[in-house]
């Protein structure tokens, strides 16, 4: 089972002062085996956008021209995500993004058209593994807002093997009240079920 660790911060509150890596040793101490740590780093510069238009791209067929706006800024990107679709808001790493990967975006020619950065799929995002095609959301979202301010900063997730015995350590609210009783926390949070 996957646990988020920024997840367990924010419902654990401001006592809770662990790291991924105390937090998964507080873990195996109570039973629990943690099999992996993984690490989102953070991407920066990179903007929810609005798909305006889509084109053909002149000298390449696999790729197409899409028009996006940040609300402040509209640019036509060159895109070869198959599932880019009208209307519906992206991740548009501008010019002198960095991504969770370490990649610096920058103004590049692609196929003889110069492009303003790209959108993004979950893996160049560094929040998964699926590279199929960007990560769309909904059309009525905000523009223009810094895609860390939507995942509140990097993330750690903390891989759990829970044995069939412990049937109430099998959601991230279970995981989150053994965690509380371990540590003492006096309050133990308001969880919602």
């Known amino acids: 089972m996957r646990?988020?660790?920024?997840w367990l911060k924010e419902n654990l509150g401001?006592?809770?002062?662990?790291?991924p890596e105390e937090t998964a040793s507080i873990l195996r101490q109570m039973g629990f085996e943690v099999s992996n740590?993984?690490?989102y780093p953070k991407s920066v510069g990179v903007v929810t956008a609005k798909i305006l238009e889509i084109c053909s791209h002149p000298f390449a067929d696999r790729l197409r021209l899409v028009k996006v706006t940040d609300g402040q800024e509209t640019s036509t990107v060159v895109c070869g995500a198959p599932n880019v679709t009208e209307?519906?808001?992206a991740f548009w790493a501008k010019v002198g993004a960095n991504l969770a990967n370490g990649m610096e975006i920058k103004q590049t020619p692609i196929r003889g058209i110069v492009s303003p950065g790209m959108?993004?799929?979950l893996k160049e995002l560094g929040v998964g593994e699926d590279s199929s095609g960007i990560w769309l959301m909904d059309e009525r979202?905000?523009?223009g807002v810094d895609f860390m301010n939507i995942i509140g900063g990097e993330e750690f997730v903390?891989?759990?093997e829970i044995t069939p015995?412990?049937?109430d350590a099998l959601s991230q609210i279970g995981i989150a009240r053994e965690l509380a009783a371990a540590i003492r926390l006096n309050v133990l949070p308001n969880f919602e079920v």
């Open 3 to 6: 646990i988020s660790f920024c």
């Open 14 to 19: 401001p006592s809770f002062q662990n790291n």
């Open 37 to 39: 740590i993984t690490h």
């Open 158 to 160: 903390l891989d759990l």
């Open 141 to 143: 979202g905000p523009l």
């Open 87 to 89: 209307g519906k808001i």
């Open 119 to 121: 959108l993004c799929s």
């Open 165 to 167: 015995n412990r049937p």
